[in-house]
């Protein structure tokens, strides 16, 4: 989803459709790039796909990647619809991709963040050495990470296979609060751009953690916050007739403070209220069907009510209110 410009890029194999939102939140087909591949004419399916530059730059990795291929980071022009650079880290294979806060694409900030199970780095293309590297962290230990966030001042936060969450005020040192693992999975985390709140995502349950102050400084003596589970109600799970397994859940973005949670799971699209969820109020989520299977959903930047979601063979915006 696209920030500084009104677009929204959908991966479908090889290729990348590209729409825009219109002025009745509708939207509007505006091309396809076909046929991506690198700079020796290799084709690639795409992954972990990142907005860079202003909007005007993707950062990608290849789906099926192998051997060298495995520690190349893509960059397309957009303007151009081709890749025009690939950032190879030696002996580093790329895991994900984050910016360096959570609204970094909207300047011209060239560094980025890249992870893999047991290390958490900064990259930056313009770096001469052979790994763009600037800044490394690297566990003695595989904490098996899994998944990775930041706020709008750069803080960072990590989930695991274990359901551990780390969070980090700076790439290069130890985190500054670990949360226990709940023995799940964390398939994907979000943090508000005040870094006050995040939300991870397992298969069957989200959990919601209030965590203030815990990105400042490591302290043994601190109270660590204690993670709020959201599951769908028994008999909500009941009514969907299928197995649950969410897809990643997401705050939505823009200026001011957030305002819902969103997620999916089959053709149900689940939105959490924030305020209720920040009141302690059990009734705080909404469901609603859709006519196909959910593949991945998103808000419209300042549109906290227009969510775009992606199906087998469409692309739709819908509509909330609460």
């Known amino acids: 989803m696209a920030y500084k410009y009104d677009r929204s890029f959908v991966v479908r194999g090889n290729k990348i459709g590209v729409f825009k939102h219109t002025d009745n939140e509708k939207l509007k ?49 957009l303007n151009r619809g081709k890749v025009v650079e ?7 294979y790329i895991k994900g991709l984050c ?19 047991n290390s958490l780095f900064l990259l930056d293309p313009r770096l001469q050495n052979k790994n763009y590297m600037d800044v490394k962290f690297q566990y003695t230990t595989n904490p098996k990470f899994t998944c990775m966030s930041t706020t709008g001042n750069g803080n960072i936060v990590l989930g695991n296979e274990k359901g551990k969450i ?3 005020n700076r790439v290069g040192v130890k985190a500054t609060t670990v949360l226990p693992g709940v023995g799940d999975e964390i398939i994907a985390i979000d943090v508000t ?24 400084y490591s302290s043994t003596k601190r109270i660590k916050p204690v993670p709020r589970k959201l599951q769908l109600s028994p008999q ?36 959490w209220n924030l305020r209720r969820l920040k009141l302690n109020h059990d009734d705080s989520y909404r469901i ?17 009510k227009n969510i775009v979601f992606t199906s087998p063979n469409n692309v739709s915006i819908l509509n909330i209110y609460y």
């Open 236 to 271: 909500d799970i009941v009514n969907m007739k299928e197995e649950i397994s969410f897809t990643p859940a997401r705050f939505d973005i823009g200026e001011g403070l957030e305002r819902s949670i969103i997620t999916s799971t089959g053709p149900y699209m689940i939105t």
């Open 86 to 92: 690939e950032y190879n880290t030696d002996y580093e």
């Open 166 to 168: 780390s969070l980090y």
């Open 99 to 117: 910016p360096t806060s959570k609204y970094a694409q909207l300047t011209g900030e060239k560094t980025f963040l890249g992870y893999r199970e």
């Open 29 to 77: 087909y505006v091309t396809t790039i076909d046929n991506i591949q690198g700079l020796d004419n290799t084709k690639f399916v795409p992954e972990n796909l990142m907005l860079h530059e202003q909007d005007n730059a993707l950062l990608m990795l290849n789906k099926d990647a192998y051997d060298s291929d495995e520690n190349k980071i893509f960059k397309m022009d």
């Open 193 to 216: 751009n005040d870094g006050r709140y995040l939300v991870a995502t397992t298969k069957t349950y989200l959990l919601f953690v209030d965590v203030k102050d815990m990105f400042e």
């Open 288 to 304: 609603r069907r859709c006519n196909d299977t959910i593949i991945s959903e998103n808000f419209r930047y300042n549109e906290n």
